[in-house]
């Protein structure tokens, strides 16, 4: 079974221009989160879809945005960027169907912005 | 609210011995797990061992086993017989069951080297 898959897995962009990253989890997963990994911040909580909805959010401005399509793929854009939205961008995906869920993360895809 | 704190910014280790990572966590849940991840150089991030708050036994995972103090809301993790492959940043991790999310309150991390 693949992995979860992330494109790209490099970006590079200038301020102010807008990015979109995608997602796709393990086949038969249904749930998404997003993560943001900076060497400052560490590991930052973005976003969390389940069937096309988003069940939660971290405390990111409104510039970021994500959404999940019926095929459980996932999308996150990123808005005017700044330079320090240079980061890791993780996705992971997980079953969703008990209180546990192991989550699987995707190998991410590194944005830098200039 | 959750909070992760790893103390160790980076520990090193000689092939074949012992090291333990610590990790203290706060939060205001009843219920939740606790993870150990693994984030080799360029390469995905792994789950390593996680641990259910309300079982009392410490989890094993071949040479990876955590001490789970509760009281002191402690989860150390201890690789035994080290590898050069073990290798990585050793991310902590906390997930609150009640609320139905999945969201992972990471610690800053622990960057591991393995010297031969």
């Known amino acids: 079974k693949a992995g979860v898959t992330q494109t790209p897995r490099y970006l590079i962009k200038t301020r102010g221009q807008q990015v979109t990253l995608s997602c796709s989890p393990i086949s038969g997963h249904r749930s998404v989160s997003w993560y943001q990994q900076t060497p400052g911040q560490g590991l930052q909580f973005l976003f969390e879809y389940f069937s096309e909805t988003q069940r939660n959010k971290g405390n990111f401005p409104g510039r970021f945005s994500g959404r999940q399509f019926s095929n459980s793929r996932s999308e996150m854009n990123v808005s005017t960027l700044e330079l320090g939205d240079s980061a890791l961008y993780l996705c992971?995906?997980?079953?969703?169907?008990?209180?546990?869920?192991?989550?699987?993360f995707g190998p991410g895809t590194r944005l830098t912005v200039l | 609210a959750q909070t992760v704190t790893q103390s160790q910014p980076e520990m090193s280790v000689q092939e074949a011995e012992t090291v333990t990572l610590s990790c203290t966590y706060d939060?205001?849940?009843?219920?939740?797990?606790l993870f150990w991840y693994k984030q080799p150089p360029s390469r995905q991030m792994i789950l390593v061992i996680r641990?259910?708050?309300?079982?009392?036994q410490n989890a094993t995972e071949n040479r990876f086993s955590v001490n789970f103090q509760k009281a002191a809301k402690s989860f150390s993790l201890k690789i035994s017989d080290s590898q050069l492959g073990d290798a990585a940043m050793y991310f902590c991790?906390?997930?609150?069951?009640?609320?139905?999310?999945?969201?992972?309150?990471f610690g800053k991390g622990t960057k591991l080297t393995v010297n031969p």
């Open positions: 991790a906390s997930i609150g069951v009640a609320s139905g999310s999945e969201k992972l309150v």
């Open positions: 939060t205001s849940e009843s219920d939740y797990y």
């Open positions: 992971a995906s997980s079953l969703r169907v008990s209180s546990y869920n192991e989550q699987f």
């Open positions: 641990q259910e708050a309300y079982k009392q």
